[in-house]
């Protein structure tokens, strides 16, 4: 079975400093992996996904991740955090010919200005 | 750009009640999917529906669920009987047939009394 762990449950950065959510899974093939924002009351919107190919993937707002299959890793980053990115960030794994997206349980970002 | 939206933002029902949460996917997409994200917990997989008919479901998503696509703009999940654990964030998700990227909706929380 599938499974996604995210260790941080909360993590506080100053603005203009560096982020790193990290997020490990479990899958027995190579994984499809997604990271989702959720911003307060609103819904989850995707950054980034890794289906293969080049294993550094960008997304939106400046977000990156890197898949790295030895660690079974797909930690995100962003070199300069705005107060804007606060938010609860999921990271997600699926598979090819299942639907089902399984999700880890969220980190938490606040920005201190 | 085109959106998942879902109505209402906010449902209240008493227990035992018939709640149907609806969602409108975006407009060429041919898979949809609902998750629920009980308050504090994981965002978890209820059902994915393709063509007309329901293509995986979870452990969770039992007698009391059923979901419909009633025409073709909308699709809907109803709990028949709902009960107090029912209480959660529920998401409706589509995605096209070539990719395997999910786009959310921003969700409808329903609270069971």
């Known amino acids: 079975a599938q499974s996604v762990t995210q260790p941080d449950i909360h993590i506080t950065v100053s603005e203009g400093a560096s982020l790193e959510l990290r997020c490990n899974y479990s899958y027995g093939a190579t994984p499809y992996l997604f990271w989702y924002v959720q911003s307060p009351g609103q819904g989850l919107q995707l950054l980034l996904k890794?289906?293969?190919?080049?294993?550094l993937v960008q997304g939106i707002k400046g977000f990156e991740a890197e898949f790295k299959r030895s660690q079974s890793s797909f930690n995100l980053r962003k070199p300069s955090v705005h107060w804007s990115d606060a938010a609860e960030y999921f990271c997600a794994v699926g598979a090819k010919g299942r639907r089902a997206l399984t999700f880890g349980s969220g980190t938490r970002l606040q920005v201190q200005p | 750009e085109p959106e998942v939206t879902q109505t209402p933002s906010h449902q209240v029902t008493q227990m035992g009640q018939e709640v149907i949460l609806r969602c409108v996917p975006i407009?060429?997409?041919?898979?949809f999917y609902w998750y629920r994200q009980i308050l504090g917990q994981k965002v978890e997989f209820l059902v994915s529906?393709?063509?007309?008919?329901?293509?995986?479901k979870s452990e969770i998503f039992d007698d009391q669920f059923s979901v419909e696509r009633p025409d073709g703009s909308n699709f809907t999940l109803k709990i028949r009987s709902t009960k107090l654990e029912d209480s959660a964030m529920y998401f409706c998700?589509?995605?096209?047939?070539?990719?395997?990227?999910?786009?959310f909706g921003p969700g409808t929380r329903l609270t069971v009394l």
């Open positions: 529906f393709y063509n007309n008919e329901i293509s995986e």
């Open positions: 998700a589509s995605s096209d047939s070539g990719t395997d990227t999910q786009y």
């Open positions: 407009s060429n997409h041919l898979y």
């Open positions: 890794y289906f293969s190919g080049d294993t």
